[in-house]
């Protein structure tokens, strides 16, 4: 396999359940519905921004419609025509038929922030001749409107066969009404920086990205306070160096943009 680039360091996005930091409890409770959502209870993810939320409804949904995955560790083959479908129409609805496991699936991602009439039309239109199964991933549950919110309510309590899961880092903003909807919820933290160290190690050995000492591993996951995005940044420059080399050096370098996200976070 060849080195990624620079860019491509800086695009990744996690191919499975086992490319994450820390956070097991909301991994697990997604884990355990990829085998069959039908009947599985509606699941809320809440925890604070870029504690990789949005990233596992990402891979859940990519993993539910692959032709091919891995259930065990929950990770989609990458290759299948889902696959490839999922990855280029990363923004919209898919209103395609999926077929894994010889069932019909919809996947619809709705940024609950700018919810369309064609969305809402779309989910509720939904029934049981058209998909075995409906599962709707909603992003920032909290910025649904009233009336939105209303619509939504009543498909989760009239269609069985639609299986709901939220993220939102603000979930007492939601009302309890809708709230109540979801049996289950799990909360995401920032990830400990001993997990961070061991995800600097695995990452830089996909990627081909040289260390000049294990301990700069560390001193990257302490700097990054538990933001996995401020690591992958800093991997990402030192793979736009000619020696690709991760540095102590230029982790320090970076004092002045790690300031500078912090404040505008
Ligand atoms: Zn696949």
Request: charged letters at 25%; proline letters at 5%.
């Amino acid at each position: 396999m060849s080195p990624a680039t620079s860019r491509e360091i800086s695009m990744y996005f996690p191919n499975g359940f086992d490319e994450f930091c820390g956070n097991t409890a909301a991994i697990d409770a997604l884990r355990r519905r990829l085998g069959d959502v039908s009947g599985a209870a509606n699941l809320l993810i809440t925890g604070p921004p870029g504690t990789g939320k949005s990233g596992m409804a990402k891979v859940f949904g990519r993993t539910l419609c692959c032709q091919s995955p891995d259930l065990t560790i929950g990770r989609a083959c990458g290759g299948c025509g889902s696959c490839r479908l999922f990855d280029c129409r990363d923004s919209e609805l898919y209103t395609d038929l999926w077929a894994p496991r010889g069932r019909s699936l919809a996947w619809w991602p709705i940024d609950c922030g700018n919810v369309s009439c064609r969305d809402l039309r779309l989910v509720r239109r939904h029934s049981s001749w058209e998909f075995d199964q409906v599962v709707v991933w909603l992003d920032e549950a909290h910025r649904l409107s009233g009336a939105r919110r209303g619509q939504l309510l009543k498909k989760m309590e009239e269609d069985p066969n639609a299986f709901f899961v939220a993220t939102t880092s603000e979930p007492d903003a939601l009302p309890l009404n809708f709230r109540r909807r979801f049996a289950e919820e799990v909360e995401t933290e920032w990830a400990d920086a001993s997990a961070i160290t061991r995800w600097l190690a695995d990452r830089c050995r996909q990627w081909g990205v040289a260390v000049d000492d294990p301990s700069t591993f560390a001193l990257l996951a302490r700097r990054s306070r538990g933001n996995v995005a401020f690591c992958q940044a800093t991997v990402a420059a030192a793979a736009g160096l000619p020696e690709r080399v991760l540095t102590a050096t230029l982790v320090r370098s970076r004092e002045a943009f790690f300031d500078a996200v912090e404040a505008n976070v």
